[in-house]
């Protein structure tokens, strides 16, 4: 008997944060009483600009603090350019999130009823098809990123947008979504292309923005940390130092997440030359 009662509680330990466990979650009585409590356009409209903010800021908070610890300089990518013009950063972003966002996001309520999203915890996707339609999310904005970006380096449209966004040399954490307002909503659709294809329930909405936003600001942060994140067990995902290049360049590395279409395309040549550069004159 002992070992059938240890059996049930490793398997209701292991199983606690699955979606539709039928033990019973955390999530699952959160979720509900979420659900209970607030009308869907309450839950579409202020959760999803709470779960916004919050992840974004939480995200950011780790980088923001290794500025400050000098163990952690070691793992800066341009080591002798400091964090710089970050109240002003802060600024743009406020303006953007509840000027530019927080309108758009209004619109989730009415996307979710056209497109008969469901609200209830019963109809929540296993976390294996949740990973799926991230990873199909993913995709879908990463090809988007990379054409729609390399288009704003174009010299006649870079200095009236993208050139907000590359005002930042040496990116930090919150430079993720600084951007000028046009450049916000153009590559933003990308984000929305996933969700329209691949969304059947406001959860896989919100796990896709929580998985949005640690991939842009990883590869924001001015930090190579591989084994703080996860998103580096990803195959062929880019990181920051990729994207920190693209900084510092200006030219190549255009993809959001995966290295596939700057491979294809041979515009990560400049990235690897200088690297390989880098590793030559260390030896």
Sequence with gaps: MNGTADLVKSIETLTSFLPNNPLGTPLESNWRYMTATYTEWEIATYGSIFVHEVIYFMFCLPSFLFQF?????????????????????????????????????????YFTQVFGI????????????????????????????????????????????????????????????????????????GFFIGIVT????????????????????????????????????????????????HHQNFVGNYSSTFVYWDKLFGTDKQYKDYYAQLKNKQQ
């Design 198 to 245: 691949f969304c059947n329930h406001m959860v896989m909405m919100w796990v896709w923005v929580a998985v949005r936003l640690l991939e842009t600001i990883d590869v924001h942060t001015g930090y190579d940390i591989p084994w703080l994140n996860p998103m580096h067990l990803i195959p062929g995902y880019a990181g920051s130092r990729a994207h920190d290049f």
């Design 69 to 109: 610890i000098p163990s952690m300089k070691r793992f800066k990518i341009q080591q002798d350019k400091p964090e710089e013009r970050q109240w002003g950063c802060v600024k743009l972003l406020l303006f953007s999130h509840f000027c530019i966002q927080a309108p758009m996001i209004l619109g989730t309520y």
């Design 118 to 189: 469901k609200y209830d915890y019963d109809s929540i996707p296993r976390w294996y098809v949740l990973a799926a339609q991230v990873i199909g999310c993913a995709i879908i904005e990463d090809t988007w990123h990379y054409f729609l970006h390399r288009l704003l380096h174009h010299k006649r449209l870079y200095k009236h947008v993208h050139k907000v966004h590359h005002s930042y040399t040496a990116p930090f954490g919150l430079v993720a979504e600084y951007a000028h307002p046009i450049e916000t909503v153009v590559l933003g659709m």
